[in-house]
């Protein structure tokens, strides 16, 4: 198990290269929590959430300086942020979020939580460009507690972007697009809530579409990852009732393209005295003891471009994760990667359909002695001398690891469905167990039903719902036999499951028959 951190203070100047935030999805999450933040308060709170990392055990305090927030924005160091920034900082302790939700007795309740539990400024007037923040501990389940449909964003992304509703709409339709929803639809009515608009204000449907919509639109197309490729409205009557933002994925912004040519990995001391190994990329950032050795080498080509940057804008559009890639090019030759990736791809655009592209490229790899015109014999893995070997070995039990791991993660995602479908259809229990009785009923009865039936054990004490839930949190039989049923009436939503980690296996080089 990860030992879990706990820190007393961070400072943002320490983490500088950090751009990932993440934070609780979902009705009863912050994505959709209703709350109204001004652009530089949003800025602020970001700031806080890149140096929230995934494994801390609790909240540290945060100090932000004003010129952390120009340099993490890429704002004008021209003085006229500096107060703005102070400000806002000081006026997030009077923000709140209000996340509706369900309790213990199943009743759904509105709960209001204050964002910032503590502020602290120094005195002397010329340290008063920094302020230390401390996130409200009752925030804990939403930001540090992740287990399942969080949102995991890069802040450059948005960086530009100058209206905080463009940046809340940003987060709603981005988890959307992330959850494999690629039509987000939303009542009006849920849009205004979420957006914190009163009802005096845009009080008509096409004030609101061109001030908030629209808006949100244009600076989709213009700043950010994401595109609003059609907005569609369904009506009730003559009204506009509810909106479908049909969303498609587009390059990065510019600024976001260009590559450092610092190295892949810097490392970051902290004011406590650990050592934060940030990287480069989206996708990887820990935490080590001073006392590790870290070793990091980025190969430059002419251009200033790493060989690792050029081979991943080839293979990005098959899902294969950056991280993959790096250690495709630790264990082996930089020369058997290259070519095996454009010998894949080239079979690919003669038309031959490929089901896994990043595990038929790891095959193509490890092999050395695959043969083809476009590939001569004599290159090698670099897993020919033994510490090689060792690292080609390393990197296959890395992946069988994370094989098994995405399996579990897998079986839990499926096994968190069923419960949410059976607490939230207040029917879906009584038309199992119906089945169930059907199915034993038959003259020949199905052996998984009997099974199933016989295991079931009644508890007096409990609602219908708590002691079917009991019942297939034990497993077994009888869990077996409802995720059977279960899947069956709900087919869409297991397969969206399915195919979000099936992504995440040909992103890490695996077959994606993992999760048949």
């Known amino acids: 198990m990860t030992k879990k951190r706990n820190i007393a203070l961070r400072k943002k100047q320490d983490y500088q290269d950090r751009y990932i935030i993440r934070m609780q999805g979902g009705k009863a999450g912050l994505v959709e929590a209703t709350s109204k933040m001004d652009i530089h308060e949003f800025r ?7 140096m929230v990392l995934p494994d801390d055990d609790d909240f540290a305090e945060y100090e932000i300086r004003t010129q952390d927030i120009i340099k993490l924005y890429s704002l004008s160091d021209d003085g006229r942020y500096y107060e703005a920034i102070r400000d806002a900082a000081e006026r997030l302790f009077n923000k709140r979020f209000v996340i509706y939700e369900k309790k213990e007795d ?6 209001t939580i204050h964002l910032i539990d503590e ?5 002397k007037k010329s340290e008063k460009n920094r302020i230390r923040l401390k996130f409200n501990p009752k925030l804990k389940p939403y930001l540090l507690e992740l287990q399942r449909e969080y949102l995991t964003i890069d802040i450059r992304n948005i960086a530009n972007v ?46 609101f579409k061109q001030k908030i919509l ?11 990852d994401l595109v ?30 260009q590559i450092s040519k610092k190295l892949t990995r810097q490392v970051i001391k902290s004011t406590n005295g650990s050592i934060v190994v940030a990287s480069r990329t989206q996708d990887f950032i820990e935490e080590i003891s001073p006392s590790e050795v870290i070793e990091s080498t980025l190969i430059q080509s002419e251009e200033g471009v790493s060989t690792l940057d050029q081979l991943y804008e080839n293979v990005r559009r098959f899902r294969i994760a950056k991280n993959t890639l790096k250690k495709w090019l630790d264990a082996y030759s930089e020369e058997q990667v290259k070519r095996s990736i454009d010998y894949v ?40 001398s033994p510490i090689e070997i060792q690292k080609a070995n390393q990197l296959q039990n890395e992946l069988e690891k994370l094989k098994v791991d995405l399996q579990k993660e897998y079986f ?63 497993g077994g039989i009888f869990q077996g036999y409802m995720f059977e049923k279960v899947e069956k009436l709900y087919p869409t939503k297991f397969a969206r499951i399915r195919e979000e980690f099936q992504a995440k296996a040909l992103a890490n080089g695996l077959n994606a028959n993992t999760f048949f």
Request: hydrophobic share 35%; net charge negative; no cysteine.
């Open 44 to 50: 602020v709170f970001m700031a806080m959430l890149t």
């Open 106 to 111: 199943g009743e759904i309740y509105k709960t």
């Open 119 to 123: 502020t602290s400024e120094p005195v």
């Open 162 to 207: 100058q209206s905080p509703t463009s940046v809340k709409m940003y987060l709603i339709l981005k988890h959307q697009f992330n959850l494999g929803n690629r039509r987000a639809r939303y009542s009006v009515a849920r849009l205004r809530e979420i957006l914190a608009i009163q009802d005096n204000e845009y009080p008509m449907y096409g004030n």
């Open 214 to 224: 629209q808006k949100t639109i244009n600076d989709f197309e213009k700043y950010t």
């Open 228 to 257: 609003v490729t059609q907005l569609e409205e369904e009506k009730v009557g003559r009204a506009v009732d509810a909106v479908i933002f049909h969303l498609e994925e587009k390059k990065a912004p510019k600024q976001l393209e």
């Open 345 to 384: 791809i080239a079979k690919i655009d003669k038309g031959e359909k490929i089901k896994s592209v990043g595990g038929y490229i790891f095959n193509r790899i490890k092999d050395a002695d695959w043969g083809n015109e476009e590939v001569p014999k004599e290159v090698k893995p670099k897993g020919s």
């Open 412 to 474: 839990q995602e499926r096994l968190g469905l069923v419960q949410t479908l059976v607490q939230d259809e207040q029917s879906l229990i009584a038309q199992l167990m119906i089945q169930l009785k059907n199915d034993n009923a038959n003259e020949s009865p199905n052996i998984l039903a009997e099974l199933a039936q016989a295991n079931y054990q009644l508890y007096p004490n409990l609602d219908n719902v708590q002691e079917f839930l009991v019942n297939f949190d034990k």
